[in-house]
């Protein structure tokens, strides 16, 4: 059977009709935020991001970014509930989770860019009670690694850990990939080697029949197109088949009304100076841009919560000058 008949489970069948109801700059105070996270714990909204100079480290422009927890009753009005920080690290990618001891968890990658050069890089995870105090840094994984982000199933946490080395040719040493799970999110175990060629940024959830679905950003040579996972218990073993566009800061999250919204970075017509921030719907195995977010320049990473019948969207974009967190609540009826 075709790989795109297996992916029916993303979504069901039917038209939709897809709706921005708002978008609301919720935070701009650094020079730069960005990758962000939202999550709804505690009958409270809480979004978290990377702060700096800029969008990352650069040779002789060091720049370690920090964590910026925010948090909000109704989403209207934010309050910044932390700063993260490690000296000699640049904290980035932050995303949001709630363990089986309902404590907040931030999983975010830990990099080492001496003097703005990249030499290696560790994950990291964060524990809090209360959104405010937070654990030390708990380095995961090993060094190299970035696990991305991370999904709670069954006590469990899940997530694809990426590794590899940027400065490598991809042909001869392709960057691979992780099935990891983990008890407490702290020690992780491998479920499975991926092996997809130039395999990035990668998110997976589980599906309502207990497989995994997933959807991988990728740098390859066939035009960085993003391939769309499916895996059954015990997740050894993956098909995959392209998305049919790049995708930058991929997320997706099947919804309770049978629908998958999907989302991330898409550039207008392949222009890299075109990119925008877009929401799409996964359907038979196909990912299909239905709304462009306010957005353009630097932006992408769409955060995704589901609730009171409408989907919350965390993002960042450059849009307006300076480079900022959006959130925007969309409406997606069939």
């Not at 599906?207 to 679905?213: E, K, Q």
């Amino acid at each position: 059977m075709r790989l795109l008949l297996l992916l029916t489970m993303y979504t069901a069948l039917g038209a939709a009709e897809w709706k921005i109801v708002s978008v609301k700059k919720i935070w701009s105070e650094p020079a730069h935020a960005a990758f962000g996270d939202l999550i709804r714990w505690n009958d409270r909204w809480y979004a978290v991001c990377r702060e700096g100079k800029g969008h990352a480290p650069s040779k002789g422009k060091p720049d370690d970014g920090v964590l910026r927890v925010l948090a909000s009753k109704d989403g209207e009005t934010w309050t910044s509930q932390a700063l993260i920080a490690e000296a000699g690290v640049d904290l980035r990618d932050p995303h949001l989770s709630i363990t089986p001891s309902n404590q907040l968890m931030i999983i975010a990658g830990g990099s080492y860019y001496p003097d703005g050069v990249y030499k290696t890089r560790q994950s990291r995870s964060f524990f809090s009670k209360d959104g405010r105090a937070w654990s030390k840094p708990n380095p995961v994984v090993e060094d190299g690694h970035w696990l991305w982000r991370v999904v709670w199933h069954e006590g469990r946490a899940w997530g694809v850990s990426k590794y590899g080395s940027y400065s490598t040719e991809l042909k001869e040493n392709p960057r691979k990939q992780r099935l990891v799970s983990s008890k407490y999110g702290i020690h992780w175990e491998t479920v499975a080697e991926m092996n997809v060629p130039g395999g990035d940024e990668t998110t997976i959830r589980f599906l309502r029949d207990g497989r995994i679905g997933a959807l991988m950003r990728r740098t390859w040579d066939d035009g960085n197109i993003a391939w769309m996972g499916l895996s059954a218990p015990p997740y050894k073993e993956w098909k995959w088949t392209p998305s049919g566009h790049f995708i930058g800061g991929p997320n997706f999250l099947p919804l309770p009304n049978g629908l998958s919204i999907a989302g991330g970075r898409l550039y207008e017509n392949g222009d890299r100076a075109k990119a925008y921030t877009a929401i799409a719907e996964i359907h038979d195995g196909q990912f299909t841009p239905k709304l462009r977010l306010p957005s353009n320049g630097d932006s992408s990473y769409p955060g995704f919560v589901w609730h009171n019948g409408q989907v919350w969207t965390l993002y960042y974009s450059s849009h307006e000058g300076k480079t900022s967190l959006y959130l925007a609540r969309l409406q997606i009826r069939q």
